[in-house]
């Protein structure tokens, strides 16, 4: 559950994508109104005018930056996605498709002289190739289905891509054949519901094919055609699951091969090599006994040195544990060997790059940034190369040229490029029209001592043209995941600069349970949702209530996902402290979360086991404390967003909170969005919860 406040803009789609899709044009216009410029304030508006920087790779010899770019049409309720491209010398950049189309997942040949991508210019998501100077297009595949991720081999004659396929009879219809009209769905297993769909036998499948006279030839499944599971894993659908080898010969791909309970309640991915001329598959991670004990976790991201000897892949030690520590591994295809060579990094590693066969490049989150580091294979020792407050999300390396997606809490996604010293340079202007335009409050990093005498990183974002002799309205914010890191990231749904440019004073804690600290302080939160992390919430906004800015009589609380859940808890057990509450998916009775949610080895991790476990302490003092036992003290307005796709924290959970709030003859307001999950993407639903977030706060903190 932990990511779950990121980006899945696969999943958002459903499994429908066999559905014929006609390209409609998207006209762009996204300049700032007079009236906004003067005013020179983000707002939700000018915030959805910004252009969104997508996936970026550098050009084989390292002179150029291949990326895509999204662009939202407020009026149409929707986005476009164009590639571009930039030349690091000159700084000149060029458009390389148009918003007649979208145009996604752009990629290099080996050879740098071709473009490869997907585009549904054709009526359906398809590959297609240009040249590098964006010329020559042609379309390489022609399937009867939407292609929704590919890998062209370095040697160029073959191609991984996956699509739906139909695997398994769900619908009552399917079973049975004479009741046609039939609406029904028919399970005799769990997992019945995920993410954000019910499980009707619609599975994602990897396939590999031949390209033959610049045409992708009908590919094989290596799943198997009656495989009812997922690979790349669901919900995520990550395509970074699956890589070449650089001899084109062996495809390397993160398997779940699991189904019913047995998926539900295990974590245990391992990496699977498949030999494409022999039509063979290793698992690489369960030894030659295939014991199932061995490496019980995740395992995923497998990606091949350059001369195609080792391995290096993300591990987890821990079954069930979805936050356990990501440890980066190396599997030597010679002799079989498996080394973990960040054990003594108390850190994740992840996006992994080779340098040689000698040295891994990779991204970590430090003390709520995320930073660019390497280890040597023979060492182990692990190096730190970036420094500062900002979130490196992503990086393409090309012989010493790296190149970077970056944010900071007051930046969203530019491209920089990184010396091997960690020297940085940005060498994108994205957003530039935006940022001359808007005043950006300034971000205090600030250190708060926990009640268990511990030291908490704490950022505190200010409104535009802070006047330290006046009192402003201030939030806490109540993290998601539950373990995700308040890092220097940019949300374009929860914005920190957005709230302060309302005149907000945000307070966000990395409490007990987020990554960047140690696995110590991640690991606290399991089977202890009510204790220290609530408490680290409390001193955090204590801290801060001190100041003479921070307005103490006006003081609320924020938050979504597991957010919400503190939310919840909080508004039964805040001492008064706070004058309006907004939960946005939040877990409000753990009973039935338990029943309601899809993913079960998280609820048994996190809670520590099942309700009816009545033995088990660690789960009973879970249910002891679900924020639905608090009710009788909540005395606080609180309005409750939620979606109606939202499985992984069922609507119901905020069905249950709005019905009892209302009960209690509060103030309370429930926003149910009935086409969105458990986040909101759709750009007016998202003027809406903007629209709706704000006057509820102002409502309560400055009327």
Same mark, same amino acid.
């Given at each position: 559950?932990?990511?779950?406040?990121?980006?899945?803009?696969?999943?958002?789609?459903?499994?429908?994508?066999?559905?014929?899709?006609?390209?409609?044009?998207?006209?762009?216009?996204?300049?700032?109104?007079?009236?906004?410029?003067?005013?020179?304030?983000?707002? #939700?508006?000018?915030?959805?005018?910004?252009?969104?920087?997508?996936?970026?790779?550098?050009?084989?010899?390292?002179?150029?930056?291949?990326?895509?770019?999204?662009?939202?049409?407020?009026?149409?309720?929707?986005?476009?996605?164009?590639?571009?491209?930039?030349?690091?010398?000159?700084?000149?950049?060029?458009?390389?498709?148009?918003?007649?189309?979208?145009?996604?997942? #752009?990629?290099?040949?080996?050879?740098?002289?071709?473009?490869?991508?997907?585009?549904?210019?054709?009526?359906?998501?398809?590959?297609?190739?240009?040249?590098?100077?964006?010329?020559?297009?042609?379309?390489?595949?022609?399937?009867?289905?939407?292609?929704?991720?590919?890998?062209?081999?370095?040697?160029?004659?073959?191609?991984?891509?996956?699509?739906?396929?139909?695997?398994?009879?769900?619908?009552?219809?399917?079973?049975?054949?004479?009741?046609?009209?039939?609406?029904?769905?028919?399970?005799?297993?769990?997992?019945?519901?995920?993410?954000?769909?019910?499980?009707?036998?619609?599975?994602? !499948?990897?396939?590999?094919?031949?390209?033959?006279?610049?045409?992708?030839?009908?590919?094989?499944?290596?799943?198997?055609?009656?495989? &009812?599971?997922?690979?790349?894993?669901?919900?995520?659908?990550?395509?970074?699951?699956?890589?070449?080898?650089?001899?084109?010969?062996?495809?390397?791909?993160?398997?779940? #091969?699991?189904?019913?309970?047995?998926?539900?309640?295990?974590?245990?991915?391992?990496?699977?090599?498949?030999?494409?001329?022999?039509?063979?598959?290793?698992?690489?991670?369960?030894?030659?006994?295939?014991?199932?004990?061995?490496?019980?976790?995740?395992?995923?991201?497998?990606?091949?040195?350059?001369?195609?000897?080792?391995?290096?892949?993300?591990?987890?030690?821990?079954?069930?544990?979805?936050?356990?520590?990501?440890?980066?591994?190396?599997?030597?295809?010679?002799?079989?060997?498996?080394?973990?060579?960040?054990?003594?990094?108390?850190?994740?590693?992840?996006?992994?790059?080779?340098?040689?066969?000698?040295?891994?490049?990779?991204?970590?989150?430090?003390?709520?940034?995320?930073?660019?580091?390497?280890?040597?294979?023979?060492?182990?020792?692990?190096?730190?190369?970036?420094?500062?407050?900002?979130?490196?999300?992503?990086?393409?390396?090309?012989?010493?040229?790296?190149?970077?997606?970056?944010?900071?809490?007051?930046?969203?996604?530019?491209?920089?490029?990184?010396?091997?010293?960690?020297?940085?340079?940005?060498?994108?202007?994205?957003?530039?029209?935006?940022?001359?335009?808007?005043?950006?409050?300034?971000?205090?990093?600030?250190?708060?001592?926990?009640?268990?005498?511990?030291?908490?990183?704490?950022?505190?974002?200010?409104?535009?043209?802070?006047?330290?002799?006046?009192?402003?309205?201030?939030?806490?914010?109540?993290?998601?995941?539950?373990?995700?890191?308040?890092?220097?990231?940019?949300?374009?749904?929860?914005?920190?600069?957005?709230?302060?440019?309302?005149?907000?004073?945000?307070?966000?804690?990395?409490?007990?349970?987020?990554?960047?600290?140690?696995?110590?302080?991640?690991?606290?939160?399991?089977?202890?949702?009510?204790?220290?992390?609530?408490?680290?919430?409390?001193?955090?906004?204590?801290?801060?209530?001190?100041?003479?800015?921070?307005?103490?009589?006006?003081?609320?609380?924020?938050?979504?996902?597991?957010?919400?859940?503190?939310?919840?808890?909080?508004?039964?057990?805040?001492?008064?402290?706070?004058?309006?509450?907004?939960?946005?998916?939040?877990?409000?009775?753990?009973?039935?979360?338990?029943? !309601?949610?899809?993913?079960?080895?998280?609820?048994?991790?996190?809670?520590?086991?099942?309700?009816?476990?009545?033995?088990? &302490?660690?789960?009973?003092?879970?249910?002891?404390?679900? @924020?639905?036992?608090?009710?009788?003290?909540?005395?606080?307005?609180?309005?409750?967003?939620?979606?109606?796709?939202?499985?992984?924290? @069922?609507?119901?959970?905020?069905?249950?909170?709005?019905?009892?709030?209302?009960?209690?003859?509060?103030?309370?307001?429930?926003?149910?969005?009935?086409?969105?999950?458990?986040?909101?993407?759709?750009?007016?639903?998202?003027?809406?919860?903007?629209?709706?977030?704000?006057?509820?706060?102002?409502?309560?903190?400055?009327?």
């Amino acid at each position: 559950m932990k990511k779950i406040l990121f980006m899945m803009a696969i999943a958002t789609l459903g499994l429908t994508a066999c559905d014929e899709q006609s390209p409609a044009p998207l006209t762009i216009d996204n300049a700032l109104t007079s009236e906004e410029v003067a005013a020179a304030r983000l707002t #939700p508006e000018v915030m959805w005018k910004m252009s969104r920087a997508g996936q970026s790779s550098l050009s084989p010899d390292g002179t150029q930056l291949l990326y895509a770019k999204t662009d939202y049409s407020m009026q149409e309720n929707r986005g476009v996605t164009t590639l571009w491209i930039e030349d690091l010398a000159t700084k000149a950049v060029r458009q390389l498709t148009t918003t007649e189309s979208n145009n996604t997942a #752009p990629s290099w040949s080996a050879d740098g002289k071709h473009i490869y991508f997907l585009s549904n210019r054709s009526g359906k998501m398809q590959l297609w190739q240009m040249d590098a100077e964006g010329n020559n297009v042609k379309q390489l595949s022609n399937l009867d289905c939407d292609i929704e991720g590919y890998g062209i081999a370095p040697t160029g004659d073959k191609a991984w891509y996956v699509r739906v396929v139909h695997a398994a009879a769900r619908r009552s219809s399917e079973i049975h054949s004479d009741m046609d009209k039939s609406k029904g769905r028919i399970y005799d297993d769990l997992m019945v519901r995920h993410w954000d769909y019910w499980e009707e036998g619609d599975y994602r !499948h990897i396939f590999v094919a031949d390209i033959v006279n610049g045409k992708l030839q009908e590919g094989v499944d290596i799943i198997g055609a009656e495989a &009812a599971w997922d690979a790349p894993l669901a919900p995520y659908f990550d395509t970074a699951e699956i890589s070449w080898n650089n001899a084109g010969t062996v495809l390397a791909y993160t398997s779940k #091969p699991l189904t019913g309970a047995a998926y539900a309640v295990s974590t245990d991915s391992d990496i699977v090599l498949y030999n494409v001329a022999e039509g063979t598959s290793q698992n690489i991670c369960k030894g030659e006994e295939n014991d199932p004990n061995v490496m019980p976790g995740y395992d995923k991201y497998p990606v091949f040195s350059p001369s195609d000897r080792y391995i290096a892949f993300r591990s987890m030690r821990r079954a069930g544990n979805e936050s356990d520590k990501e440890r980066l591994f190396v599997y030597d295809t010679q002799t079989a060997e498996m080394k973990d060579l960040t054990e003594d990094f108390d850190y994740n590693a992840a996006n992994t790059v080779w340098k040689g066969d000698e040295e891994i490049y990779f991204i970590a989150p430090i003390e709520a940034t995320h930073q660019l580091c390497r280890v040597k294979l023979n060492d182990g020792e692990v190096e730190v190369i970036t420094r500062g407050d900002h979130d490196i999300n992503a990086f393409t390396m090309a012989g010493e040229q790296i190149a970077a997606e970056l944010t900071t809490l007051q930046m969203a996604t530019e491209f920089f490029t990184i010396a091997q010293d960690g020297a940085m340079e940005q060498i994108s202007a994205i957003n530039k029209p935006i940022y001359d335009a808007v005043e950006m409050g300034k971000v205090e990093k600030r250190w708060v001592k926990t009640t268990d005498g511990k030291q908490m990183l704490t950022w505190v974002i200010f409104p535009p043209q802070f006047d330290p002799a006046k009192k402003y309205p201030t939030l806490l914010y109540c993290q998601g995941g539950p373990q995700s890191v308040v890092s220097q990231s940019w949300s374009y749904r929860w914005n920190f600069q957005l709230m302060a440019a309302q005149g907000y004073i945000v307070v966000a804690p990395n409490r007990r349970g987020l990554p960047s600290f140690g696995q110590e302080w991640l690991d606290q939160i399991s089977g202890d949702y009510s204790g220290q992390n609530i408490r680290d919430y409390l001193s955090a906004i204590d801290d801060v209530k001190q100041e003479p800015w921070a307005d103490e009589e006006r003081m609320g609380c924020v938050g979504a996902s597991y957010g919400g859940y503190s939310t919840f808890f909080l508004a039964g057990n805040h001492q008064k402290r706070f004058k309006a509450f907004i939960a946005h998916c939040g877990i409000f009775n753990f009973e039935s979360m338990y029943g !309601h949610t899809e993913e079960l080895w998280f609820v048994n991790n996190d809670y520590g086991g099942a309700y009816w476990e009545k033995d088990n &302490a660690v789960a009973q003092r879970s249910y002891a404390n679900s @924020p639905h036992k608090f009710v009788n003290n909540w005395d606080t307005p609180i309005l409750i967003f939620t979606g109606e796709y939202d499985y992984r924290i @069922p609507y119901t959970q905020s069905l249950e909170a709005f019905t009892a709030a209302k009960l209690k003859g509060l103030d309370a307001r429930l926003v149910s969005f009935e086409n969105e999950a458990h986040q909101v993407f759709k750009p007016q639903n998202s003027m809406v919860w903007n629209r709706e977030f704000f006057g509820w706060l102002d409502k309560y903190l400055k009327e």
